[in-house]
């Protein structure tokens, strides 16, 4: 049986954290003896090691990952820039577990790892309980808890640790955003693409208007100027005659080429509602509509739970999915099915990818599929 590997990140020459590293590596004496757990920390370098080399080597392989935070561990640069930002990147790609263990009275809001959960549960810190022991023992056990729940998932952290070794053993960690970082640092740069484009959008528009007038103007002296040759010219010299002139070409194969497409549609549209019928025919609509409101509902918001361990997360997601399915059910246009069957398939792709070692061909298939599903759907409610 390999052993799990649990590091200890805890900042180098405090005395103080070290007495709290030490009384916690006592509880799993008999792991350690029976082969079941190693636990490393810096004050476990070898004599002439380099100590970042050693300490990094360490940190790249552990299953398990306790940050003991303190006063000490906040003030220096390496624990909190290479250390607490790389086990920050290991929880979120599934690699290791993280916990942060609040040693001694400090704000660490603002850390990298400030997202992973926390011991003991509560928001008092170890130094300023009165039964340290008996919390320590407590914290002990949950870790326990995390060993055996590593043990069984050791295929899938492998698997993850190989997919993203050529950037996981880099010396320096590259800064690692929280889950609701990332989607507000995501809709700010939408929001200034979009800000982006109307700019250009709207410029344009002023160029052609502003070429339109000149061509009117253009047109209207050359009309005068004819008009002008007309009235001068004696009533031998001018016959007036009568021209039809035909449409444009461009503008016969435009319409043409617009019908056609429209036709198309139609069709495809009108195959999809035969496709619709078929699934939701008598007592097999409610196996079709409801389940599928549920798992999008529900099973999206409990995947991305389990993957990123945030509520507020998982409850955005959840409200998300679920306004997307209302406005599928209510709308009333006939291209919003497209955009919503897609971003739906999108969505699982990526928590099959996470939580599945599946070939991309078969998450293709499976996206492929949920598409089709979900157009099905919207599809019928926008008619």
């Known amino acids: 049986m390999q052993p799990i590997k649990i590091f200890f990140s805890c900042a180098p020459g405090s005395d103080k954290d070290k007495a709290y590293v030490q009384a916690l590596e006592n509880h799993f004496a008999d792991q350690k003896r029976n082969g079941e757990v190693t636990i490393w920390h810096v004050y476990k ?43 920050a990147l290991m929880q979120t790609r599934g690699i290791a577990t993280v916990r942060v ?12 790892f400030n997202f992973c959960k926390e011991l003991p549960e509560g928001e008092e810190f170890i130094s300023n309980l009165r039964y340290k022991e008996r919390v320590l023992l407590n914290i002990a056990i949950d870790i326990s808890a995390l060993v055996k729940e590593a043990r069984n998932c050791h295929h899938t952290r492998e698997v993850n640790r190989n997919k993203y070794s050529s950037i996981h053993h880099q010396y320096h960690s590259t800064p690692v955003m929280t889950p609701i970082e990332s989607l507000i640092k995501t809709k700010q740069t939408d929001d200034i693409k979009l800000s982006r484009l109307e700019r250009k959008t ?45 449409l444009p070409k461009t503008l016969t194969r435009g319409r043409q080429s617009t019908k056609l497409r429209s036709t198309s549609i139609t069709n495809w549209q009108n195959s999809a509602n035969r496709e619709y019928k078929l ?26 739970l389990g993957w990123w361990n945030s509520l507020i997360l998982a409850g955005l997601v959840f409200i998300i999915s679920l306004l997307s399915v209302v406005i599928g059910a209510v709308n009333t246009g006939n291209k919003l099915p497209i955009p919503l069957a897609l971003l739906y398939a999108g969505v699982w792709g990526l928590i099959i990818e996470h ?23 919207f599809h019928k409610n926008s008619r």
């Open 202 to 246: 709207d410029e344009v528009k002023n160029t052609k208007q502003t070429e339109e007038i000149i061509q009117r103007k253009t047109n209207t002296r050359k009309k005068q100027k004819k008009q002008v040759l007309t009235d001068s010219a004696t009533s031998s010299e001018y016959v007036p005659t009568r021209k039809v002139k035909p």
């Open 101 to 112: 263990l609040r040693v001694r009275s400090v704000d660490f809001r603002a850390t990298p």
């Open 45 to 87: 370098i070898s004599p002439g090691a380099n100590a970042q080399q050693e300490t990094l080597k360490n940190l790249n392989s552990s299953d398990i990952i306790l940050i003991f935070v303190s006063p000490d561990y906040i003030n220096n640069d390496y624990c909190v820039g290479v250390e607490g930002t790389k086990a």
């Open 279 to 304: 699934l939701s025919k008598g007592n097999r609509g409610k196996f079709f509509f409801y389940p599928i409101i549920l798992i999008n509902s529900f099973g999206i918001a409990a995947a991305i």
């Open 355 to 377: 939580y599945l070692s599946w070939k991309p061909v078969g998450i293709i298939a499976v996206m492929a599929a949920i598409t089709f599903i979900h157009f099905l759907l």
